[in-house]
């Protein structure tokens, strides 16, 4: 085998917004009308209405390079709120809402949602959360289910980097990523176990749909999976970024991520043994806390302080971010987050300044615009 992946690992990213009343601050269901002006404006950003009428989702064509992610990310951005503006409406990235009561929240007029709140009941009738996932391109299976195996030891501190979900329904939850403890209520979430091959991860699959726990392979809501209709590895753990920087960060570390550990796939290097215990119980512990306090070194078996750990991800990464010509902008990204704090820690600080969650709704619209 070469030492080195032949494939390019290219990557997509997928955004879910809120759609803001900028009067209230609340949620409000105008998806039908941001999408249509915005399918209008804008051709090449893909826009797509979620299960919720006050949510909105768009996904960036395939990029080569960080500049192509940050270009898309920031044109997706514009389009979709110049799109809102014309609908009297605002658009905020943020894994949850401050204080929208989800009793009020009305879901999209499409079967596919429809069942899904039929199906879920209650765990879907409160899920108004939003999320960002991450495509890395793999198109060998094989590798791609081996790169599952390695990369999932990584999420926690992934999560713990990107969390930006502090608040629900009026409370501070004490979570930094209170979208993660929402959704690990579904029955196929969190970090899959680690599969001996592609075979066994179809067989799975194939298994909870032929039971009936699924409907289709698509309803596998892993925090990483194997895209179904693309050759992708897609990353699903992160609350949607705050900021453009910190989705472009995000893109350069998973990608990283993913290649290093292709490397070592390659390389024959042994993968760590890790109970899907200790790597439940670290992604709370991010969840919880983001880098505030100690995360779990899953392979060392230790809690340690949330920034040796990083430091030791970053040292990791460093090499196949050097080859791609991406470690100065990540690296500077990672240590802006370090010093001015995650999107959740500066969601809770405008919180502390101004008692005043539409204070914070103010903020997320301004950080959602900036730079695009």
């Given at each position: 085998?070469?030492?080195?992946?032949?494939?390019?690992?290219?990557?997509?990213?997928e955004?879910?917004?809120?759609?803001?009343?900028?009067?209230?601050?609340?949620?409000?269901?105008?998806a039908k009308?941001?999408?249509?002006?915005?399918?209008?404006?804008?051709?090449?950003?893909?826009?797509?209405?979620?299960?919720y009428?006050?949510?909105?989702e768009?996904?960036?064509?395939?990029?080569?390079?960080?500049?192509?992610?940050?270009?898309?990310?920031?044109q997706?951005?514009?389009?979709?709120?110049?799109?809102?503006?014309?609908?009297?409406?605002?658009?905020?990235?943020?894994?949850?809402?401050?204080?929208s009561?989800?009793?009020?929240q009305?879901?999209?007029?499409?079967?596919?949602?429809?069942?899904?709140?039929?199906d879920?009941?209650?765990?879907?009738?409160?899920?108004?959360?939003?999320?960002?996932?991450?495509?890395?391109?793999?198109?060998?299976?094989e590798?791609?289910?081996?790169v599952l195996n390695?990369?999932?030891?990584?999420?926690?501190?992934?999560?713990?980097?990107?969390?930006?979900?502090?608040f629900?329904?009026?409370?501070?939850t004490g979570?930094s990523?209170?979208?993660t403890?929402?959704?690990?209520?579904?029955?196929?979430?969190?970090?899959?176990?680690?599969?001996?091959?592609?075979?066994?991860?179809?067989?799975?699959?194939?298994t909870?749909?032929?039971?009936?726990?699924?409907?289709?392979a698509?309803?596998?809501?892993?925090?990483?999976?194997?895209?179904?209709?693309?050759?992708?590895v897609e990353?699903?753990f992160?609350d949607?970024?705050?900021?453009?920087?910190?989705?472009?960060?995000?893109?350069?570390?998973v990608?990283?991520l993913?290649?290093?550990c292709?490397?070592?796939?390659?390389?024959?290097?042994?993968?760590?043994?890790?109970?899907?215990?200790?790597?439940r119980?670290?992604?709370?512990?991010a969840?919880?806390?983001?880098?505030?306090?100690?995360?779990?070194?899953?392979?060392?078996?230790?809690?340690?302080?949330?920034?040796?750990?990083?430091?030791?991800?970053?040292?990791?990464?460093?090499?196949?971010?050097?080859?791609?010509?991406?470690w100065?902008?990540?690296?500077?990204?990672v240590?802006?987050?370090?010093?001015?704090?995650?999107?959740?820690?500066?969601?809770?600080?405008?919180?502390?300044?101004?008692?005043?969650?539409?204070a914070?709704?103010?903020?997320?619209?301004?950080?959602?615009?900036a730079?695009?």
């Open positions: 085998m070469s030492a080195s992946p032949d494939e390019a690992l290219t990557m997509g990213v955004e879910e917004y809120q759609i803001i009343d900028p009067k209230t601050r609340q949620l409000t269901g105008r009308q941001v999408m249509s002006s915005a399918t209008e404006a804008e051709k090449n950003t893909a826009v797509q209405r979620e299960v009428t006050s949510m909105i768009i996904a960036t064509p395939v990029c080569s390079t960080l500049t192509e992610v940050r270009d898309q990310v920031a997706a951005r514009r389009t979709i709120i110049d799109a809102a503006a014309e609908n009297g409406s605002a658009i905020v990235a943020a894994g949850t809402h401050p204080f009561d989800w009793r009020q009305k879901v999209t007029d499409k079967e596919r949602y429809q069942d899904l709140v039929g879920y009941r209650q765990i879907m009738d409160d899920l108004i959360i939003f999320g960002c996932h991450i495509h890395v391109g793999i198109s060998d299976r590798i791609a289910v081996q390695r990369t999932r030891l990584w999420l926690p501190l992934l999560l713990a980097i990107s969390v930006n979900s502090p629900w329904m009026g409370q501070e979570y990523s209170y979208r403890e929402l959704w690990s209520r579904w029955p196929f979430s969190g970090a899959p176990n680690s599969f001996a091959n592609y075979d066994e991860y179809c067989s799975l699959t194939q909870l749909t032929q039971v009936g726990a699924i409907r289709d698509t309803k596998i809501y892993w925090d990483i999976r194997l895209s179904d209709d693309l050759p992708t990353f699903r992160a949607v970024c705050l900021s453009i920087d910190e989705t472009v960060m995000l893109a350069g570390l990608r990283a993913a290649r290093s292709y490397k070592d796939i390659l390389a024959g290097t042994p993968a760590a043994d890790v109970r899907p215990e200790v790597l119980a670290a992604q709370w512990r969840a919880r806390s983001g880098l505030s306090h100690t995360l779990i070194d899953v392979v060392d078996r230790k809690s340690a302080p949330a920034h040796d750990v990083l430091k030791h991800f970053l040292q990791y990464l460093r090499p196949e971010l050097e080859e791609l010509e991406d100065d902008r990540v690296n500077a990204l240590q802006q987050i370090v010093e001015n704090g995650t999107g959740a820690a500066r969601q809770k600080g405008v919180y502390n300044r101004t008692q005043s969650l539409e914070v709704v103010d903020y997320m619209i301004e950080q959602t615009a730079s695009t």
